[in-house]
């Protein structure tokens, strides 16, 4: 009965709610991973979801997404970078990969590794922290002391 439950509402409400979303966020990507957590939130609460009446499972829904989206507001706030990247020296403008890399391996505890995921390959705090196993505050703080590292080292 669930499957068929949370099918039949996702027909009726998707396209509303992902609708709503994009007016709230302007972006159609972010509007639909939203709308899709919402939906699995929904099968992860199960029979709480499923016992409320329809009109209450579209506020539920409409709550979950208000509330998952101002979470993330919160988190990206925290992710944007306070200070810009050291300028490097005319002459070091051309460094080569290699150089790069030894710089960032010279970095002190994982903080090459960290600034490279940050910064190379653009994963933000939180992905970093679940794929290394640290809170996402940790490795925003590390990214702090890797840039001034950094700077320290170009100049």
């Given amino acids: ?3 068929k439950m949370i099918e039949s509402v ?3 409400y998707h396209q509303e709610l992902v609708r709503w979303c ?6 159609p990507s972010t509007a639909e991973e939203l709308v899709q957590e919402a939906f699995l939130r929904a099968m992860l ?3 709480s979801f499923y016992a409320l009446k329809e009109p209450q499972q579209r506020a539920w829904l409409y709550r979950t997404i208000k509330n998952s989206y101002v979470d993330r507001m ?3 706030r925290y992710e944007t970078v306070v200070e810009k990247f050291p300028q490097m020296p005319k002459e ?9 890399k030894s710089l960032l391996g010279s970095l002190p505890d994982r903080e090459g590794l960290l600034f490279a995921l940050r910064y190379l390959k653009g994963y933000n705090s939180r992905q970093i922290g679940e794929l290394l196993k640290m809170p996402s505050g940790t490795v925003r703080s590390k990214l702090s002391f890797a840039r001034k590292h950094l700077r320290d080292a170009l100049q």
């Fill in 45 to 47: 609460h199960g029979q």
């Fill in 92 to 100: 070091q403008e051309e460094m080569t990969a290699v150089e790069w």
């Fill in 74 to 76: 919160r988190r990206t």
């Fill in 22 to 27: 994009l007016g709230m966020t302007g972006n």
């Fill in 10 to 12: 996702y027909q009726k």
């Fill in 1 to 3: 009965m669930g499957i």
